[in-house]
């Protein structure tokens, strides 16, 4: 198998904390070759996706996690498999590469997550979608139908659209005298949409990032519990994390959700969910598989890569 990976600079990941990292060790394990790119290596030429590439073995080590071996220029259609692992912002350069990925699945190559779905799939507004399962929630840009939000719910979460990492994300209520600034800042004066969802004080107990394989849920999540004056559980946010066995509310969720997202061609998804309520879906560069498999002793970035080989060209 020819494993292509779309990242973020290979030299800058942690990699006790990687879930990128994970994934290309379980692959190496299978005797998979694995060809590195970075944005600014692909390309598009006529009707032909082209990259850069770099073959790349990693190994399990903070003292040197990466050897890159012979360069090469090829068609991404000559791949077996693309992992799209670049990290957000969801910006117009990641949309063009998304573009750019379709040429390469036309080509017969199977890119994980499906560059459309990629584009379809707000992390943010895409939870909509499934009513039942989120909290009261309001995407706009307009400061009066946010204000008014506000005071029908008391406390709010306010957060951009595009934001990943807790960046940007206020707790708010009423009261705060500083709540026009923060609504004038998050919208850009209006010029952007954000989200405002009802806050949810089951955060204290943890933030929880479930692994969908496929559309079929891993049986423990990681509560990301927010440290002492927080209200952000990411672990980019000083969060701690704690694995916790899915509720079954938890499994509900997840079946309401899961179908959907497969059938789009989405095959590595985390949910977010606090308390009874999912909050994000999150797509681009699921994480917290490292955190999992070190708590319980599973190799959940194993059962990724055998999901893919089972829906690649070749058999795994």
Request: hydrophobic content about 40%; overall charge negative.
């Amino acid at each position: 198998m020819k494993l292509g990976v779309i990242m973020d600079p290979v030299a800058g990941i942690k990699v006790e904390k990687d879930t990128t990292l994970a994934l290309l060790l379980a692959s190496q394990r299978r005797g998979w070759e694995i060809y590195y790119m970075e944005m600014k290596d692909v390309y598009l030429t006529g009707n032909t996706a082209r990259a850069d590439t770099r073959v790349l073995t990693v190994a399990d080590d903070k003292t040197c996690w990466y050897q890159f071996q012979q360069r090469s220029d090829l068609a991404l259609s000559e791949l077996d498999v693309i992992l799209m692992r670049k990290d957000p912002p969801f910006d117009m350069e990641y949309i063009y590469v998304t573009y750019i990925l379709e040429h390469a699945a036309a080509g017969g190559t199977l890119v994980v997550n499906d560059p459309a779905a990629l584009r379809d799939v707000n992390e943010k507004a895409f939870i909509t979608r499934f009513p039942q399962c989120i909290a009261p929630t309001l995407i706009s840009r307009d400061p009066e139908r946010i204000h008014a939000f506000m005071e029908q719910h008391g406390q709010v979460v306010l957060k951009p659209l595009d934001g990943m990492g807790g960046a940007s994300v206020f707790r708010v209520d009423g009261e705060d005298a500083n709540k026009n600034v923060i609504v004038e800042t998050l919208t850009h004066n209006s010029q952007r949409f954000i989200m405002a969802q009802l806050y949810l004080p089951a955060i204290e107990r943890g933030d929880k990032r479930i692994l969908l394989i496929d559309g079929k849920p891993v049986k423990h999540a990681l509560a990301r519990i927010p440290r002492s004056g927080e209200i952000r559980g990411n672990l980019a946010a000083g969060g701690i994390g704690k694995g916790v066995d899915l509720s079954d509310r938890d499994y509900w969720i997840c079946e309401q959700v899961g179908p959907e997202l497969s059938a789009m061609g989405l095959v590595f998804v985390g949910l977010d969910v606090i308390g009874d309520y999912l909050t994000e879906i999150n797509v681009t560069s699921p994480t917290c598989v490292r955190e999992l498999e070190r708590i319980y002793d599973m190799d959940i970035a194993g059962q990724v890569i055998d999901c893919i080989a089972g829906k690649s060209r070749l058999p795994a």
